[in-house]
């Protein structure tokens, strides 16, 4: 009879600590979980989706982009590889040409680089065409 009552205090002082134990990690987890959220780090930040213009109306028009920001210059029934730029201050925005990547075919683009304004001159060296407007980086 002895050894019952032992077994089943033992069996109850076992039952205590696990269910201690995993609500104890419960609450430091959900600790975690809102510290992490409120963290203002790098690593939450949110990312922002491309400007998108078309080739067809983006002359004359005035693009604006926060710094670090793109632009994906859709290009029709032209080849994007065949679009190449000039940008009057490249300290302001980069061009990155158009192609193909096994299957995948990528637009042109321009990202931001530093707050100001710079004017862009594409041209689509199978047509001729010339496609010029103006990026603002803020």
Same mark, same amino acid.
């Given at each position: 009879?002895?050894?019952?009552?032992?077994?089943?205090? @033992?069996?109850?002082? %076992?039952?205590?600590?696990? @269910?201690?134990? &995993? !609500?104890?990690?419960?609450?430091?987890? =959900?600790?975690?979980?809102?510290? !992490?959220?409120?963290?203002?780090?790098?690593?939450? !930040?949110? %990312? #922002?989706?491309?400007?998108?213009?078309?080739? =067809?109306?983006?002359?004359?028009?005035?693009?604006?982009?926060? /710094?670090?920001?793109? #632009?994906? &210059?859709?290009?029709?029934?032209?080849?994007?590889?065949?679009?190449? =730029?000039?940008?009057?201050?490249?300290?302001?925005?980069?061009?990155?040409?158009?192609?193909?990547?096994?299957?995948?075919?990528?637009?042109?683009?321009?990202?931001?680089? @530093?707050?100001?304004?710079?004017?862009?001159?594409?041209? /689509?060296?199978?047509?001729?065409? #010339?496609?010029?407007?103006? %990026? /603002? #980086?803020?």
């Amino acid at each position: 009879m002895m050894k019952n009552k032992n077994i089943a205090k @033992a069996s109850a002082f %076992v039952a205590l600590a696990a @269910a201690t134990a &995993i !609500s104890l990690s419960a609450c430091s987890t =959900a600790a975690d979980e809102d510290s !992490s959220a409120n963290d203002e780090s790098s690593e939450t !930040s949110q %990312v #922002v989706a491309p400007t998108i213009i078309d080739v =067809a109306t983006a002359d004359g028009q005035t693009i604006d982009i926060s /710094n670090g920001g793109f #632009v994906d &210059i859709t290009t029709g029934d032209t080849d994007p590889a065949d679009w190449s =730029a000039v940008i009057s201050d490249p300290a302001v925005a980069a061009f990155t040409a158009g192609g193909k990547s096994g299957d995948a075919v990528m637009n042109p683009g321009l990202q931001g680089t @530093a707050a100001g304004t710079t004017k862009v001159e594409l041209t /689509n060296k199978t047509t001729g065409q #010339v496609v010029t407007f103006t %990026v /603002n #980086v803020k």
